[in-house]
């Protein structure tokens, strides 16, 4: 190898390690924070690792940190986004594999006008759904409940997932859909019998897609849901502004690491999947 290629190389791997470096500090200073003393957070030493690890911060966090008024942690908050995003996450992919598998193998007049229609719903801004989604809440009874987020993030996330997976379907032969229906297959069965087992990558790409989107989200937690029905978002805000005690930085840094900690277990577990489904299809078209 040429002295000139290994400087190039020595620099390239050594700008990915700076990058790298830049973009993990804040999650160490994060974990490291969570586990120190509050007397030792107070000696000023951001960078330093702990004299004496602890989770007390941790435990305060989920169960007796206050937010707002009350003081039970997010452990509440927790499990409120748990149950809104499992349902929502699950109904808009399939919504999603239904209104791809339509647009792309059962076309009709004006499909291509409807998918234009869905697709402009990826760029609106969520703001100005915030009026009439709030009525259309309040008329089916829905307002600040769990089932009204649920309702909410299925139809802001349908846009998006018919996207990826009409453009995923899009790669796949017609001729196999009309060999199956010489053999009689109906649209249900070709959805279910071939086209669904097919789809591994780009399912794999929505729900990551879908997770992160939904647990991440604060504006409609905010907005659609109060007291019992509140995510972890709203409740972390919560508790980062609530100004009743001394401050805790060990349990703000704490709580922001387990209202983060499912979506990082998501990437890591199933990043390489994200990745294979986005190569495989999943934005092009």
């Not at 991440?216 to 019992?228: E, I, P, T, Y």
């Not at 390489?272 to 489904?277: I, L, N, Q, T």
């Amino acid at each position: 190898m040429a002295n000139s290629d290994r400087v190039w190389r020595f620099a390239l791997y050594g700008a990915l390690l700076f990058a790298a470096a830049y973009y993990l500090l804040p999650l160490y200073v994060m974990v490291t924070t969570s586990v120190k003393s509050v007397d030792e957070i107070r000696l000023g030493n951001l960078l330093s690792l702990p004299t004496a690890i602890t989770f007390d911060a941790w435990s305060k966090a989920w169960s007796s940190a206050c937010t707002g008024v009350s003081c039970n942690g997010l452990s509440a908050y927790f499990w409120n986004s748990v149950q809104m995003v499992i349902p929502a996450v699950a109904i808009s992919t399939m919504l999603g594999a239904i209104n791809g598998y339509v647009l792309s193998k059962w076309r009709f007049r004006g499909s291509e006008v409807v998918f234009a229609m869905i697709l402009f719903g990826v760029f609106m801004p969520f703001q100005v759904l915030l009026l009439p989604m709030a009525q259309t809440l309040g008329s089916v009874g829905l307002a600040n409940t769990t089932a009204g987020l649920v309702f909410v993030h299925v139809v802001c996330g349908t846009a998006s997932t018919t996207l990826f997976f009409r453009n995923y379907y899009v790669g796949i032969p017609d001729e196999l859909i009309k060999a199956a229906r010489l053999d009689g297959a109906g649209f249900w069965r070709i959805f279910w019998r071939i086209i669904l087992p097919m789809s591994t990558p780009i399912i794999m790409v929505t729900l990551i897609w879908q997770f992160t989107q939904i647990w991440n989200d604060f504006l409609f937690g905010v907005v659609f849901a109060s007291g019992d029905a509140q995510p972890i978002t709203v409740g972390l805000n919560n508790l980062a502004n609530t100004s009743t005690s001394v401050k805790e930085y060990n349990v703000d840094m704490a709580a922001a690491l387990i209202a983060a900690l499912p979506t990082i277990v998501v990437y890591v577990f199933a990043g390489k999947y994200f990745v294979r489904g986005l190569t495989a299809g999943a934005v092009k078209g």
